[in-house]
């Protein structure tokens, strides 16, 4: 079994950056395929990023390539999505997902098994 933690979400404005992380226990985490995902107010769950189990493959979604970027701390447990030139239209609740096999579809929600309880990111015009 896996638990994620995410956290390091906020209040930013438009342009901005900010990091949200996700903590894993219960297993190494490093076998792990991750996803990241985001859910707006009255919107369907949107793929965000994803990596490979190990770690050789990054995907990222059409509305975030180039200013999104997903990292790793194998050593902390811990994954990371750093977000660069933040818009408004990225407000939603982020979460982290985990798979412990690799992904046929990393942007599907389905492939993953473990799910965090999301973090809170707002972006203000």
């Known amino acids: 079994q896996v638990q994620l933690v995410e956290s390091g979400g906020g209040l930013v404005q438009a342009g901005g950056s900010l990091r949200v992380s996700c903590a894993a226990s219960?297993?190494?985490?490093?076998?792990?395929?991750m996803g990241w995902f985001r859910q707006a107010p009255g919107k369907e769950r949107e793929f965000v990023a994803a990596?490979?189990?190990?770690?050789?493959?990054?995907y990222y979604g059409d509305s975030v390539k180039g200013r999104f970027t997903m990292s790793g701390d194998n050593a902390k447990n811990t994954k990371y999505l750093q977000m660069n030139s933040l818009k408004p239209e990225d407000t939603a609740v982020y979460y982290c997902?985990?798979?412990?096999?690799?992904?046929?579809?990393?942007?599907?929600?389905?492939?993953?098994?473990?799910w965090g309880q999301g973090t809170q990111v707002t972006v203000s015009s």
């Open positions: 997902a985990a798979s412990p096999r690799n992904l046929p579809n990393p942007a599907a929600p389905d492939e993953y098994a473990y």
């Open positions: 219960g297993r190494t985490f490093s076998r792990y395929a």
């Open positions: 990596i490979s189990w190990n770690g050789l493959n990054t």
